[in-house]
């Protein structure tokens, strides 16, 4: 899920798995062009024929981004960075199961993706992972 585009100064943000490092991971800038990742570190290669709820976000209150991958109420995963100024308001289209402009596109299923305008705090985010089993649309 993303509203990024690889080339020119159209980055904002992206949740994505990355093929070459075989990690999710989420990305996000501040004007467009300056890229702050985290990937995971934790989790490791995903397994085929496993359900994740991967869920990345800018947290306004920390400054920070997160990233936290889980299968039903056990969480496997969790990154954080730090990240401030904000997130790039991107005028690329929303994706889903695509990759920006790269031509990648998703050979899995998604369920229930959700997307909020709003900077998320420390307590929505956590209110939205709901212990693993994730909010559905139109929670936030």
Do not use: C
């Not at 070459?20 to 989790?43: C, E, K, Q, W, Y």
């Amino acid at each position: 899920m993303s509203k990024w585009n690889a080339t020119g100064s159209q980055q904002g943000w992206a949740i994505e798995y990355d093929s070459g490092a075989d990690r999710f991971r989420v990305r996000a800038t501040h004007d467009g062009s300056t890229i702050v990742s985290l990937a995971d570190s934790n989790l490791g290669s995903p397994s085929t024929s496993t359900w994740y709820l991967v869920f990345g976000g800018y947290d306004a209150d920390e400054d920070e981004l997160r990233l936290r991958i889980g299968t039903g109420a056990s969480l496997l995963a969790e990154e954080v960075t730090a990240h401030t100024l904000g997130v790039f308001d991107s005028s690329e289209v929303l994706r889903l199961g695509a990759s920006g402009d790269a031509g990648s596109f998703l050979t899995g299923s998604l369920d229930e993706p959700g997307y909020s305008e709003q900077p998320l705090t420390g307590g929505l985010m956590t209110e939205v992972w709901n212990a693993g089993a994730g909010k559905a649309h139109p929670y936030i």
